[in-house]
């Protein structure tokens, strides 16, 4: 089993910038993805990005693309989230997920381990 830890969440204003990290520790295939979730008050979870453990194959959602940039380091086991021109709707938990299966999938049944999650808060 893979533990996630999450970190670099914060308060911000619109406009401004955050980078999320998430450590993994336990053995992972470089065929499986590593996503990022979020979930918003009152609102299902939803997926923001993932990204192939071993690089090359990157999904977005619409709400973020152009905004948001995944991108991994294997040697620290660590999986970023930069996040630039925030919205107060980008406000949410942001989860750091590893994927059970071999193909990008947005879905939260594909995702077999999850972190604690960081809070992000954007104000207007």
């Known amino acids: 089993q893979v533990q996630l830890v999450e970190s670099g969440g914060g308060l911000v204003q619109a406009g401004d910038s955050l980078r999320l990290s998430c450590v993994s520790s336990?053995?992972?295939?470089?065929?499986?993805?590593m996503g990022w979730f979020r979930q918003a008050p009152g609102k299902e979870r939803e997926f923001v990005a993932s990204?192939?453990?071993?690089?090359?194959?990157?999904y977005y959602a619409d709400s973020v693309k152009g905004r948001f940039t995944i991108s991994r380091d294997n040697a620290k086991n660590t999986v970023y989230l930069q996040m630039n021109s925030l919205k107060p709707e980008d406000t949410a938990v942001y989860y750091c997920?590893?994927?059970?299966?071999?193909?990008?999938?947005?879905?939260?049944?594909?995702?077999?381990?999850w972190g604690q999650g960081t809070q992000v808060t954007v104000s207007s």
């Open positions: 997920a590893r994927s059970r299966v071999v193909y990008i999938s947005t879905l939260r049944s594909d995702y077999a381990d």
């Open positions: 336990g053995r992972t295939s470089s065929n499986y993805f």
């Open positions: 990204i192939r453990y071993s690089g090359g194959t990157i």
